[in-house]
């Protein structure tokens, strides 16, 4: 043992072993970038994979949804023969469907054809109630005018349930839209493109709101197939109605223009979204009191009034009563004395 450690340091054994590790480091050093392989290969590789797999699965869903499919129901063929598109033709009813997540052929022919259905219903609903149930004791030319009333307010119908139904919508992507651009902000950060952050926002985001998971799937699919990236964020906008997510797919459509980092842009954008948010809750907590001044009015401070004077009228009409049965007891004791003298 002690010769092994005699001659393993030995200059000379040292200066061998010294110098065969610095060989072999060399020929790491040299070597070694040929057996990694190029790894930005491999990754825009798996990129374009993500993205070509995307593309397919958001083609087959919409597939699935029909989307482009024709409406074939009775509806959709009762408006095609009578071209209800043209005759009662509406600029805005696409874009009001879309907000409020009606897409497709399908929904638009019901709506053209309650559009041309309702009147008559309304017209009819009028009639019974009028002429045979309550009059409402109105003259022959107000009965008439009724008619008219609801027929303006069945032909109205459809669009205020469109409406009601699209803010409805409206307000449940604004609840959870700051969270999703927190998620989204991550998502880039970690090194996601901009299509697998929506795609795995819109994962994550189901359960809380699934209108904004079902528009950010949308959004993945029209990156995947539009030709100009800045249409899908254009659609997007245009879908949810909401200034909030104009503004996002403005900075996204600039940084897609300009090449500027969405990163800051998305924080930016999160914090406004958030305060947007509060500033309408305390709005909302603003207006409360003026809200409730009626109905306190009309059932609170009449149980008030009568928890509090209630006991007051039982007593004051108690004391009335014992008043009034006193002079009777005293007429009694004047009248005893003559009564027993007779």
Request: net charge positive.
């Amino acid at each position: 043992m002690y010769d092994f450690l005699v001659s393993f340091t030995h200059p000379d054994t040292l200066a061998a072993y010294l110098v065969a590790a610095a060989v072999f480091a060399t020929f790491v050093t040299v070597f070694l970038p040929y057996l990694k392989g190029d790894k930005l290969e491999t990754r825009l590789k798996a990129v374009s994979n993500q993205r070509e797999k995307l593309r397919k699965q958001s083609r087959a869903a919409l597939e699935t949804k029909g989307l482009r499919r024709e409406d074939k129901s009775m509806m959709g063929a009762v408006s095609s023969k009578l071209n209800l598109a043209k005759a009662l033709e509406d600029p805005n009813v696409v874009k009001l469907m879309n907000q409020a997540g009606l897409r497709g052929p399908g929904p638009i022919s019901a709506f053209y054809f309650a559009r041309m259905a309702m009147p008559f219903v309304g017209l009819l609903l009028t009639f019974l109630y009028i002429f045979f149930v309550n009059d409402l004791g109105l003259n022959p030319t107000m009965k008439y005018g009724s008619l008219a009333f609801g027929m303006a307010a069945g032909f109205y119908a459809p669009n205020l349930y469109v409406k009601n139904l699209a803010a409805k919508r409206q307000k449940s992507i604004m609840l959870g839209f700051p969270d999703s651009l927190d998620m989204l902000l991550i998502c880039v950060e970690a090194g996601m493109s901009i299509e697998l952050g929506f795609n795995k926002v819109s994962q994550e985001i189901g359960t809380a709101s699934p209108e904004l998971a079902e528009e950010f799937g949308l959004t993945v699919a029209e990156l995947s197939y539009l030709p100009d990236r800045r249409m899908a964020y254009d659609n997007l906008a245009a879908r949810t109605g909401h200034e909030g997510v104009k503004a996002v797919c403005m900075a996204l459509s600039q940084a897609e223009r300009y090449g500027t980092p969405l990163g800051d842009a998305l924080r930016v954008m999160a914090k406004e979204n958030r305060e947007m948010r509060m500033s309408a809750a305390e709005k909302k907590a603003a207006a409360l009191p003026a809200k409730l001044t009626v109905p306190m009015i009309l059932f609170f401070l009449p149980v008030l009034f009568l928890v509090v004077l209630g006991p007051a009228y039982i007593k004051y009409q108690a004391m009335k009563g014992n008043n009034s049965a006193a002079p009777d007891v005293a007429s009694m004791q004047v009248e005893r004395p003559w009564q027993d003298a007779g």
